[in-house]
């Protein structure tokens, strides 16, 4: 069983900036780069959507339509996090974040049934 935290959310004025962290407990011997990493979101009222991911191995990136040029995943296997760096930042994107663990060598953000261990999120808001 793994543990997901989210942290770094919080109030920021449209077009600013914030970069949101996951960190994954894993257990004795696992290491971070056996799993793909995925970002969503969920705003009041709305479905959860899928936001980013990267794969295990070589870290391919995928991004929902909606934050391309904007947010970038990253990570750093040696700390156990992954990172979402948003900038330019919109008030459509006001939500919940959740960061997701997938056992899937590839990423999806279209897939959210895929991961199987989900942190508790962290909220981002947009207020001028």
């Known amino acids: 069983q793994l543990h997901v935290v989210e942290s770094g959310g919080g109030l920021v004025q449209p077009g600013g900036s914030l970069r949101l962290s996951c960190v994954v407990s894993?257990?004795?011997?696992?290491?971070?780069?056996?799993?793909?990493i995925g970002w969503f979101r969920q705003a009041p009222g709305k479905e959860r959507e899928g936001v980013s991911c990267?794969?295990?191995?070589?870290?391919?990136?995928n991004y929902a339509d909606s934050v391309k040029g904007r947010f970038t995943i990253s990570r750093d296997n040696a700390k156990n996090t992954v990172y979402l760096q948003m900038n330019s930042l919109k008030p459509e994107d006001t939500a919940v974040y959740y960061c997701?663990?997938?056992?899937?060598?590839?990423?999806?953000?279209?897939?959210?049934?895929?991961?199987?261990?989900w942190g508790q999120g962290t909220q981002v808001t947009l207020s001028s």
């Open positions: 997701a663990v997938t056992t899937l060598a590839y990423c999806s953000v279209n897939a959210a049934f895929e991961y199987l261990y």
């Open positions: 894993l257990v004795s011997g696992d290491t971070l780069d056996y799993y793909a």
């Open positions: 990267i794969s295990r191995g070589n870290g391919n990136a």
